[in-house]
């Protein structure tokens, strides 16, 4: 698992690398720049995250899907247009930064073919993303509500800052 040490050393270099502040605040670093960005890995499994950062880095996923009721459930706010993300494989380890670019909330049944396809996984159909998120929202879910079709799901677009 990722030592807070890695984090910020990783961030660190994100951040010299992407010029997100290249000017210090006058009295040193601002606080939102010292502190590193939530990190977490895509999927439910070491292996599934591996196989989406690797999306992630070579630029075919360039979005993503959550339930809204895990937000709501684990009291987190949804994300937001300009926030940092950082990405760890499935060993814990710090790989990318992604900002996110664009933020949606739509019932299930209405994530149309265009978000399936910004997510790239499998033929990057509308009815592979059907199958494979119904799957995951069904067994990998924070909530007690189950899975249904027109539960609310947050539907994120990102660009990749920089990858490690």
């Known amino acids: 698992m990722t030592s807070g040490d890695e984090l910020d050393q990783f961030w660190a270099a994100a951040r010299h690398q992407t010029r997100i502040n290249p000017v210090p605040g006058y009295l040193g670093t601002y606080s939102a720049e010292a502190v590193a960005p939530p990190a977490w890995a895509f999927g439910g499994s070491p292996e599934q995250a591996d196989e989406l950062l690797a999306l992630v880095l070579d630029g075919t996923k360039t979005a993503s899907a959550s339930a809204l009721w ?43 073919a265009e978000h399936a396809h910004l997510e790239g996984e499998g033929d990057r159909s509308l009815a592979f993303w059907r199958a494979g998120h119904e799957q995951f929202f069904s067994t990998h879910a924070a909530h007690d509500r189950g899975f249904s079709a027109s539960m609310p799901v947050v539907l994120e677009r990102f660009r990749v800052l920089y990858p490690r």
């Open 70 to 112: 895990d937000y709501e459930h684990d009291d987190e706010q949804v994300p937001r247009v300009g926030d940092l993300s950082i990405v760890l494989d499935g060993a814990g380890h710090p790989r990318g930064l992604i900002e996110t670019t664009h933020v949606d909330v739509k019932p299930f049944d209405e994530v149309d």
